[in-house]
């Protein structure tokens, strides 16, 4: 069973929290690298494109003439071989989407977090809606040893007054349970998670 570090608003350490037992069990790294890998390519627009020799617009007049002068034959500036010629097996502008079934994400995303969990950069706090102002959240960082560090605050519900008084600081960045993924655990930020996520009762998706 993994456990967290729990704090309050002041940044008091509480008792550990249990993750839920979903959370659990031997970490796959090749899953999650392979769901990582799907999950980067989607960040790529796949627009990158380049010209064909029939796109350039060059002379279409023979180089030189086809015998007698001891050097290959070319029919037109536009090949490859020449500056400003086309380019061959170049990008074509396809984007290529790769598919991921959502159960594989799902438990690459659980195993990432016990992952990160064992190296102690997620902690629990059970305070989240209670933060009105800029100065609280960051006083509560510097009470728990976190100040000037890349933090992501995940919570359970919607908090736009959470996300209003965190935007301010450097390296804070606030995020709903629901949208986070492989790559958002894996990001190098310590996860302060909202204690009623590992409430197993609770409705996680609100």
């Known amino acids: 069973m993994i456990?967290?570090?729990?704090?309050?608003?002041?940044?008091?350490?509480?008792?550990?929290?249990?993750?839920?037992?979903?959370f659990g069990g031997e970490v796959n790294l090749n899953l999650i690298a392979q769901v990582t890998h799907i999950l980067n390519s989607r960040t790529h627009k796949g627009t990158s494109k380049v010209k064909t020799r029939a796109q350039v617009d060059r002379t279409k007049k023979k180089v030189y003439r086809q015998k007698g002068t001891g050097s290959a034959r070319h029919g037109a500036r536009s090949a490859p071989i020449y500056v400003g010629g086309g380019v061959a097996h170049g990008p074509k502008g396809v984007k290529r989407q790769l598919s991921l079934a959502s159960k594989m994400n799902k438990k690459a995303?659980?195993?990432?977090?016990?992952?990160?969990?064992?190296?102690g950069k997620i902690l629990a706090v059970d305070s989240f809606p209670s933060f009105k102002k800029t100065k609280e959240v960051f006083l509560f960082l510097k009470n728990i040893g976190l100040e000037g560090k890349r933090i992501l605050?995940?919570?359970?519900?919607?908090?736009?007054e959470l996300a209003s008084v965190s935007k301010n600081i450097d390296g804070v960045k606030v995020m709903l349970f629901k949208n986070l993924s492989v790559l958002d655990v894996l990001s190098g930020r310590t996860l302060l998670f909202d204690q009623e996520i590992f409430k197993p009762t609770d409705k996680k998706t609100k």
């Not at 967290?4 to 839920?20: T, W």
């Not at 995303?109 to 190296?119: D, E, H, P, T």
């Open 3 to 22: 456990k967290v570090d729990s704090y309050n608003k002041e940044g008091v350490k509480g008792e550990k929290i249990a993750l839920p037992t979903n």
């Open 153 to 160: 605050l995940v919570i359970n519900k919607k908090n736009d």
């Open 109 to 119: 995303l659980s195993q990432a977090i016990v992952l990160i969990a064992k190296q």
